[in-house]
């Protein structure tokens, strides 16, 4: 897997948000995962989150605007030059600490946030219960992060992609958490269509597959087929 890398070379970094969260179908994969992650957190208001793998800061520009105290850690420069940059036009750069650290190894305290999370980044690496343990470690307690899903129409193209992207089977991630000693609180469903979908398809159909999303989302088989599935996971007490 290549994900440790692929996202520190400057050209990738720069077509980030302009290749996945422009247009129609790129804003709506943005405001579906915003919610999907505001579903899972809940209240932000004065909660410290860790945003790990925070890229441009989607998330951790989200959280700070909604109250919380956040530290984005990456450890591609070039991702947390612009996530600091966007963070600053937005005014909320002061509510934010950035931190260069690889997930592996978190120059972090034990259980120094309320809320560790780490939003695509779980496909990108080869041993995930060596990341999971170590966001367990900083975690007081909740634990979120996102998988994209082995039994999901992604299959079609998931092997095309230039950084590698694992997937994952429900009983792979039942089997993790054991591993690591944690709890699963709630698994929400997303993206029935997957996202290629609304990357690659012109603006005046994007409607139609939302309809078509949320639609699949609100019956028992197209949430089998959701390609993204949210994790919420609380430590073993
Ligand atoms: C697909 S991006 C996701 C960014 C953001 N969470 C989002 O959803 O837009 C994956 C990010 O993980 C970062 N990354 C990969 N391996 C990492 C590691 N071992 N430690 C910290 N960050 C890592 C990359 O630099 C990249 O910014």
């Known amino acids: 897997m290549k994900g440790k890398s692929w996202y520190r ?14 247009g129609e179908g790129g804003s709506y994969i943005d405001k579906c995962e915003k919610n999907s992650v505001g579903a899972a957190i809940g ?15 989607r998330f951790s520009i989200m959280a700070a605007q909604k109250g919380a105290y956040v ?30 650290a690889d997930a592996e190894n978190l120059p972090l305290k034990d259980s120094s946030f309320d809320v560790v999370m780490a939003i695509r980044f779980m496909h990108l690496v080869d ?3 060596k990341y999971l343990k170590e966001m367990k470690r900083v ?9 994209f899903s082995f039994s999901s129409f992604r299959i079609l193209y998931n092997r095309l992609l230039p950084m590698g992207s694992k997937l ?6 039942n089997d993790l958490a054991k591993k690591c000693n944690l709890n699963i609180m709630k698994k929400l469903n997303g993206f029935a269509v997957p996202f290629a979908v609304y990357r690659y398809s012109p603006d005046f159909i ?4 939302q309809n078509i999303n949320e639609k699949m989302l609100n019956i028992d088989l197209g949430r089998k087929l959701s390609s993204v599935n949210y994790w919420v996971m609380e430590k073993d007490k």
């Open 9 to 22: 070379k400057p050209e990738i970094a720069e077509e980030y948000d302009l290749k996945r969260f422009e």
């Open 206 to 209: 994007i409607g139609a597959f």
């Open 139 to 147: 975690s007081k307690d909740k634990i979120l992060f996102d998988t």
């Open 71 to 100: 530290t984005s850690c990456d450890i591609s420069k070039p991702m947390l030059e612009i996530a600091y940059n966007k963070a600053k036009e937005r005014g909320v750069e002061s509510n934010i600490d950035f931190i260069r």
């Open 43 to 57: 209240n932000f208001e004065g909660k410290k989150i860790l945003d790990l793998a925070a890229g441009t800061g």
């Open 127 to 129: 041993e995930p219960s």
């Open 168 to 173: 994952y089977s429900d009983e792979e991630v």
